[in-house]
T-cell receptor
Framework: SAVISQKPSRDICQRGTSLTIQCQVD?????MFWYRQQPGQSLTLIAT?????????ESGFVIDKFPISRPNLTFSTLTVSNMSPEDSSIYLC?????????FGEGSWLTVV | GQQVMQIPQYQHVQEGEDFTTYCNSS?????IQWYKQRPGGHPVFLIQ?????EVKKQKRLTFQFGEAKKNSSLHITATQTTDVGTYFC????????????FGGGTRLMVKP
């Protein structure tokens, strides 16, 4: 199994500012994933955080808006840059251990 | 592009009634996974189906993967109030690496 801790759990942010979300896993994992879940919506993959190389972004997401760091096999950060109200979402960190996918508890961001 | 459609979007049932959510993909999936997200919580992995025609059971939950590996269903027998939440399917396309495409989810509400 895997235990994933995300910080912050919630935040209210001013538009135009940036916020960095941290994801800590209790075991070493090859890949970590960042998802976004907009209010009442499903999950959308933002990017795959690779240790030792740049993150791989999905269509519609760019590094300038969502820079990602992956300094080691247990930790990653996602920054939401220059936030607007449209960025109000739950941001979820995810890992694969064995054949099971685990999600962090999410970071609930509200941009005002 | 690849889509995974899930129906119904919402379902109200009386406690004790059965519930089914259906997931359909426009292309063949290498596997499909199901998640449950409680209100205010994060998605929790329930199960993964890999084989064509596979059926798996977890207590009152029955999961099926279609013969063509393009559809799946989750059936809950005799719902309880603890079953409340949103159920998501997520499919992996054969050559899409680790990317999961999530269905829109079915929100289940159970009246006691």
């Amino acid at each position: 199994s895997a235990v994933i801790s995300q910080k912050p759990s919630r935040d209210i942010c001013q538009r135009g500012t940036s916020l960095t979300i941290q994801c800590q896993v209790d075991s070493q994992v090859t890949m970590m994933f960042w998802y976004r879940q907009q209010p009442g919506q499903s999950l959308t993959l933002i990017a795959t955080a690779n240790q030792g190389s740049e993150a791989t972004y999905e269509s519609g997401f760019v590094i300038d808006k969502f820079p990602i760091s992956r300094p080691n096999l247990t930790f990653s950060t996602l920054t939401v840059s220059n936030m607007s109200p449209e960025d109000s979402s739950i941001y979820l960190c995810s890992v694969i251990v064995g054949n099971t996918i685990y999600f962090g508890e999410g970071s609930w961001l509200t941009v005002v | 592009g690849q889509q995974v459609m899930q129906i119904p979007q919402y379902q109200h049932v009386q406690e004790g009634e059965d519930f089914t959510t259906y997931c359909n993909s426009s292309t063949t999936l290498s596997n499909i996974q199901w998640y449950k997200q409680r209100p205010g919580g994060h998605p929790v992995f329930l199960i993964q189906l890999v084989k064509s025609g596979e059926v798996k059971k977890q207590k009152r939950l029955t999961f099926q993967f279609g013969e063509a590996k393009k559809n799946s269903s989750l059936h809950i027998t005799a719902t309880q109030t603890t079953d409340v939440g949103t159920y998501f399917c997520a499919g992996r396309i054969g050559n899409a690496g680790n990317m999961l495409t999530f269905g829109g989810g079915t929100r289940l509400m159970v009246k006691p």
